[in-house]
């Protein structure tokens, strides 16, 4: 019998592995160790111990995410990246910064304000790092006007399952040699290999920020509001809605316009005049701007629709599951997140995702259980059809073969 | 490839898609023999023009049926040799897909097929007040097939991004004949890996397009388009690190040096301020009022580095006329030289000053001249490397600078391409920017999209990976473990 322990001990570091505890389960599937390696070398060398010792690796950042996607079907080695932090490079006249995976994104926004810049991704796991919220595809309300972290990401360092060290993409942001693996794995739930460190584009800071807003009594007022602020040319940078739930299908839409004083105070008073009468302007985000409205332990869901057709979604989600699903996110794009109780009897979860999966498939969209209590993801479809899930198999064959990484994590047990 | 199984070919291709989209005479096939990069040339064995997907479908299954290589080709514009026929193999070209398919400007966005000419698109919308905003220099007539090939960017790619950032989804024949979609059409995005993003920008290398899902644009309410005179580069170059460094996002910022001035000038009459050793031409876009405080702080910004004019358009013709030396910049050098080799490479921009002096360095120690036209938004250069092919050794001496030149490129953290593509051309020059395990890795994707390697074999990677070969540490792994893997896999 080898020791994995000692192997892994050799691997990061001294005092840098340990044997797992509880809270180290991943969608409640028991780990048996964690390591935390200090470096991309490292990384590499706990990859190559895992693999002559056939143990699936679990990379982990933050461990905000961890009951997101399907359980595991074996976690053997939790890869802690906390050590992989810091920015090992920031070229404000570059507007690039390349960081370590296990940068919490919140550091490295405040690494970047004295430069007057930022990354423009702003989450909702708080304390998530840049591998977590690169690997589950989180994306906040800038994504209108900024796309996702795969569009802001221009270079990536990894190590795949067999311990080989690659890169691609770059330091510049224009660049096309070479394919954009980097885009591959954002979103890939740590299945295809370990993001060790990112290099992202950077964008200035805006001068100046407001938050107009009014209530919505409907779905389709949200429709129409939405559609009417995208068509004129105020150009929000991110228009978000809140429907907690409490009030049947009314809530707050809120637009956030980003420039120049001059120019937020005039677009802003455009905003609020195409928004109606009991349109607000305001200097600071609602509360709930930003943030998710599931908890843990909720069955939490993430609906993606055109824009146009959200409210049809919204509508299925209402008359699947009743009145009182709380449901937030980016109208501006047709991605919401929606809350249902974790006691949701598995067979009801099914039923409320049918529908709102049929609603949704028709226009090309998608609905997706993010978490879920273990007993409850492990009974339902976490994530309806997936178009080109064959090709899928054959990437994840080609990078993993022996499905060490994170394996049944993903889309079709991947 | 053996005449009879290309007479197979052509017989069941006739069959299944009509007697007018499969060209055999070798004199038609010849038209194909290049595409932008007219150094590298073959001709292919047969040439096919597919009506729609099912056809490409069809096309792909009989090459792959026949085991012969393809290659697709869009408008032919591509300046790498990404579309370069293979001398035994098959050329797909898309122009006779030229439908949109549908225009959804509630959810922003338009369907169409591959080959739809990029500006095609803006026009069908720009009534509405949309437009698609990639928009390479070559708008008029390369094919949206040919930019998700490339990845391709343009003058506004600074602010707006490229290709990639503005098509969703797209339908996609594989290389195995099976047509899938990526992405979404008109949603944000859908579950699974992010195929699209990696098939966007792979030269062809993975299958082709069918169906590009893209994403419109409201055109915003004011532009400003603006050229500034300095009498050198580096003063241009100052001028957009300060625009840069005020935190203003230009909608594109572009600097000409005195040859490429002189050459627009003669080809094109641009009248830009005479006695300019270079000049920077920034457009700011968006909302009116930010429009015209961002116009005042760059005009200001300019003067402060040294500009002697500058010059505002006052409306859409004036605009134009400051775009057009820009964009004729490339065919113009041809007024200024017989021959030239057109560069495309990336810095980081804060290296600009310093990899100008270079470049000027190298071309006087080479004793020929090159031309600089440059995205200096995004430190995309575009050195014109100038030649006369009838003076024994300037041709092998314009090559020598022109790759030395991406050397520099990379040593200063740049890229080999910017926008035009590896193709052919640079595949050589790939491992000066990658390892063997970075490119090794790239085409694990290529082995898991196309495990034959008929899809446009030959360009992007300077040597093929055979697929199923099992590289470094994972060969440690003995052939009873694998097999009882690759058992698993199968019981999915």
């Known amino acids: 019998m080898v020791d994995v322990l000692a192997q892994l001990e050799a691997a990061c570091g001294g005092g840098h592995a340990r044997a797992a505890g509880p809270g180290d389960a991943v969608g409640g599937v028991p780990a048996r160790w964690v390591a935390a390696p200090g470096s991309t070398a490292q990384v590499a060398a706990v990859l190559r111990a895992a693999a002559e010792a056939g143990l699936a690796v679990v990379p982990r950042g933050a461990g905000t995410k961890t009951g997101w996607g399907a359980p595991p079907s074996t976690v053997d080695v939790v890869l802690e990246t906390g050590r992989l932090s810091g920015v090992a490079e920031h070229s404000p006249g570059d507007l690039v910064a390349t960081v370590g995976a296990g940068t919490p994104l919140r550091a490295l926004a405040a690494a970047l304000v004295p430069a007057g810049q930022r990354l423009s991704l702003e989450v909702g796991s708080a304390e998530a790092t840049v591998g977590g919220v690169l690997a589950t595809g989180e994306a906040g309300p800038l994504r209108l006007r900024h796309g996702a972290g795969r569009d802001l990401l221009i270079g990536a360092e990894l190590v795949r399952a067999d311990g080989v060290v690659a890169h691609s993409g770059g330091r510049v942001v224009k660049n096309v040699a070479g394919y954009d693996v980097g885009k591959l794995l954002c979103g890939s739930y740590g299945t295809l290999a370990v993001l060790t460190s990112a290099t992202f584009r950077l964008h200035p800071l805006p001068k100046a920020r407001a938050w107009v807003g009014r209530a919505v009594r409907s779905p389709q007022e949200l429709r129409e509001l939405v559609g009417g602020v995208l068509a004129a040319t105020v150009e929000p940078v991110a228009v978000e809605v809140d429907l907690p739930g409490d009030g049947g299908l009314s809530g707050t839409v809120v637009a956030l316009l980003e420039g120049t004083p001059g120019g937020v105070a005039k677009r802003a008073a455009a905003t609020q005049e195409l928004l109606g009468p009991d349109a607000w302007v305001a200097p600071e985000p609602p509360p709930w701007w930003g943030r998710y409205p599931f908890a843990a332990g909720d069955a939490a869901l993430k609906l993606v629709a055109q824009v146009d057709d959200l409210h049809a979604a919204l509508y299925a989600l209402r008359d699947a599951a009743g009145a009182g699903v709380p449901v937030r996110g980016s109208a501006g794009t047709g991605v919401v997140f929606a809350a249902l109780p974790g006691t949701t009897e598995p067979a009801r979860l099914s039923t409320i995702l049918d529908s709102v999966r049929s609603v949704l498939a028709a226009r090309g969209g998608s609905c997706v259980v993010l978490a879920a209590p273990p007993s409850l993801a492990g009974a339902v479809d976490l994530w309806g059809p997936v178009p080109g899930l064959s090709l899928m198999r054959r990437v994840k064959e080609q990078f993993d073969p022996d499905r060490r990484l994170s394996p049944g994590r993903f889309v079709g047990g991947i | ?492």
Request: contains cysteine.
């Open chain 2, 1 to 492: 490839m053996p005449a009879g199984v290309v007479d197979d070919l052509a017989a069941r291709l006739r069959r299944e898609l009509g007697e007018a989209a499969v060209v055999t005479e070798e004199a038609a096939r010849r038209t194909y023999e290049c595409d932008g990069l007219a150094h590298y040339r073959a001709t292919p064995a047969l040439v096919v023009l597919p009506a729609d997907a099912a056809q490409v479908q069809a096309v792909v299954r009989a090459c792959g049926a026949a085991g012969v290589p393809w290659v697709a080709r869009g408008s032919g514009t591509g300046l790498s040799g990404g579309a370069l026929p293979v001398a035994d193999g098959v050329l797909v070209v898309t122009s006779r897909m030229r439908r949109i398919l549908e225009v959804d400007l509630a959810n922003a966005r338009a369907l169409v097929e591959p080959g739809v000419v990029n500006l095609a698109i803006s026009q069908a919308v720009s009534g509405a007040g949309w437009y698609y905003a990639p928009d390479p220099s070559s708008q008029l007539v390369c094919s949206i097939g040919g930019n998700v090939a490339e990845n391709s960017g343009g003058a506004h790619c600074v602010k707006y991004g490229f290709t990639v950032h503005h098509v969703t989804g797209l339908e996609v024949c594989t290389p195995d004949g099976e047509l899938v979609w990526l992405g979404s059409a008109k949603a944000a995005e859908a579950p699974g890996y992010d195929l699209a993003g990696v098939f966007i920008g792979s030269e062809g290398t993975l299958g082709i397009a069918t169906k590009v899902a893209v994403r419109l644009l409201r055109r915003p309410e004011a532009v400003s388009t603006m050229l500034a005179a300095f009498r050198t580069v580096a003063e241009a170059g100052a001028a957009t690190s300060a625009i840069i460094a005020a935190g203003l996002t230009p909608a594109a910022a572009e600097i000409m040096d005195a040859l490429a001035i002189q050459a627009a000038e003669r080809a094109v009459d641009c009248g830009y301020p005479p006695g300019a050793g270079a000049v920077l031409v920034v457009e700011v876009d968006g909302p009116a009022v930010e429009v015209a405080e961002e116009e005042a702080a760059v005009r200001a910004l300019c003067v402060e580095a040294g500009a002697f004019e500058v010059r505002v358009a006052a409306d859409a013709a004036e605009r134009q006329a400051i775009w057009t030396g820009r964009k004729s910049a490339f065919a113009a050098v041809g007024r200024i030289s017989p021959h030239y080799i057109v560069q495309d490479g990336v810095i980081p921009r804060t290296a600009l000053a310093e990899v100008l002096a270079e470049i000027d360095r190298m071309a006087a120690a080479a004793g020929i001249r090159v031309a600089n036209v440059f995205h200096a938004g995004d430190g995309n250069l575009h050195p014109l490397v100038l030649y006369d092919a009838t003076v024994p050794g300037e041709h092998e001496a314009a090559e020598q600078v022109s790759g030395a030149i991406l050397d520099l490129c990379v040593s200063t953290g740049g890229s080999i391409t910017g926008e035009h593509g590896v193709g052919v051309d640079k595949a050589a020059k790939m491992p000066r920017m990658f390892s063997a395990e970075d490119l090794d890795t790239m085409q694990l994707v290529r082995c898991a999209f196309d495990p034959g390697g008929l899809a446009n074999p030959g360009k992007v990677f300077p040597t093929p990976r055979l697929c199923g070969e099992v590289p470094g540490p994972r060969a440690a792994g003995d052939a009873a473990e694998r097999a009882a893997s690759a058992a698993g896999i199968a019981a999915w």
